[in-house]
């Protein structure tokens, strides 16, 4: 400091006027200091703070009820943020601990943990709708039907795809309606404006009630199903840990 801080005797040792100023002006700072170590700490002993997942607006609905609402009553201590976009975030760059997406959309280096049992992608219609038009029952049977269409994030339309035996078809459709999201598809597909081809749980109940029917289940695919993703180098927080080893233990129920 380039002055005196202590003075000391054979018995005792004091602050000097220049030490007591110091002391004055730094104990604050340190107190600060203190207490932001210790608050850090609490979040590497255990689940505490936010949780922030980066989750496709389409997969929102999959994973609400059956994967977070189950976590958050399980762990009141954490709260739980979702970026709903269908941008393919960085999750570092972006504060991310971590992701949720379909299996196929996700990058090799990633570790990934399964969220859901893989489940195939149907066609629906409401019986209004399949009423006024021949039902389909092959691929091509869709040229005379109004399809409901999602699209990327990049502004391409996604086709729809199909199992015929082994073989994959991707079947260029056209509609009324092109959204960014399945709720809105099954919302529309709902009020008759056509057929939408979507996941298979949002929509089990819908079609259980009657309100939607699908066709075409022969040649349904199967997607490999929802998965958590997280960078493989980076440090696994209580609070993601904890997440992780709650869905594990659900899906074994």
Same mark, same amino acid.
Request: glycine share 8%; with cysteine; charged share 20%.
């Given at each position: ?8 005797t054979t018995r005792s040792v004091g602050l000097t006027q220049a030490g007591e100023r110091f002391l004055s002006r730094a104990k604050p700072a340190f107190e600060e200091l203190a207490a932001a170590g210790a608050s850090v700490r609490e979040l590497g002993e255990? *689940?505490?703070?936010?949780?922030? !997942? ?21 762990? *009141? ?8 976009? =269908? =941008? ?32 195939? !992608? ?103 199903? !929802?998965? !958590?993703?997280? *960078? ?5 927080? *209580?609070k993601l840990r904890a997440f992780i080893d709650h869905q594990s233990k659900a899906r074994r129920r």
């Open positions: 400091m380039g002055v005196a801080l202590f003075v000391r255990r *689940p505490t703070g936010l949780l922030r !997942l980066a989750v496709p607006r389409a997969v929102v609905p999959l994973i609400l009820q059956s994967v977070i609402m189950s976590f958050c009553k399980a762990y *009141p201590e954490i709260e739980v943020g979702i970026a709903a976009s =269908e =941008e393919l975030v960085d999750l570092a760059a972006g504060g991310f601990d971590a992701g949720i997406r379909m299996g196929q959309f996700i990058d090799a280096d990633m570790i990934v943990v399964r969220l859901s049992q893989p489940f195939p !992608l149907v066609v629906v219609g409401s019986p209004d709708y399949l009423r006024s038009r021949t039902r389909p029952k092959l691929i091509d049977d869709l040229r005379g039907h109004s399809c409901l269409r999602m699209r990327r994030p990049n502004g391409s339309i996604v086709p729809w795809s199909f199992l015929d035996g082994n073989r994959t078809i991707e079947a260029v459709v056209s509609g009324p309606l092109i959204a960014h999201d399945y709720p809105t598809l099954i919302e529309a597909a709902m009020d008759g404006l056509g057929l939408a081809q979507v996941p298979s749980p949002p929509v089990k109940a819908r079609i259980a009630e009657g309100r939607l029917q699908a066709v075409l289940t022969p040649f349904a695919p199967t997607t490999p199903g !929802l998965f !958590l993703y997280y *960078p493989s180098k980076r440090q696994i927080m *209580p």
